[in-house]
């Protein structure tokens, strides 16, 4: 029994799981994600800036490949590289994910929070890790209706992505239509909808370009 729980006395590593749920949202790779948690695992065996070498032993990277994920996270603002200075005068370097968090909270707090007019948080979904698309959509409707959905009405979203193959954003496009037209049916969203798709707009992109030119 002592050598089947030998890694438990390796320690554990902390990991947010609203990084796990939203990292694509913020825009990282899975091989970025990796990183990340080898970063984290670090940080909290108190090695601030550990090398390639050591980064790429613990994963299936080579030591290039640790050097371009490490610049791919600084250049797209998610890690830092700081200097540090000790009660000796010595400096030395350290990796920061601060900004990374600091983007997490900010999508947390501008999609998974949510606040009344007053800018209030009414209810906090961040323990809500489900990222399916249905369940998602079908969330925003019940916001924007003040209502839960019926099953019937959770059907025709359903439909909406899987027979119609309309992308999430487009549905979220519409329903914002119909919000701004206070037109809260989902006969006026599937009426947008259609209109949309009779004219060939099929990318949320093409679809704001053309709501834009016509405000």
Known sequence: MTDINFYRRLGTTSLGNGLIAYYAQLGLSEAELVLVIQLEAF????????SNEKIAANTNFSNSDVAVLVQSLIDKGDLEIQQLTDDEGRI???????????????????????????????????????NDPLNRLCREFEIEFGRYLTPIEREEISDWLTIDHYEPEIIKLALREAV?????????????LLNWQRMNLKTPAEVQNFLERNR
Do not use: M, W
Not at 43 to 50: E, T
Not at 105 to 122: A, C, R, S
């Open 180 to 192: 701004l037209s206070r037109a809260l049916s989902f006969k006026y969203v599937d009426r947008v």
């Open 43 to 50: 940080f909290q065996r108190n090695n601030c800036f550990p």
């Open 92 to 130: 030395s370097s350290c990796y920061s994910l601060d900004p990374l968090y600091s983007k997490l909270d900010q999508y947390l707090d501008e999609h998974v929070q949510i606040k009344n007019d007053q800018g209030k948080t009414i209810e906090n979904r961040a323990s809500d890790l489900d």
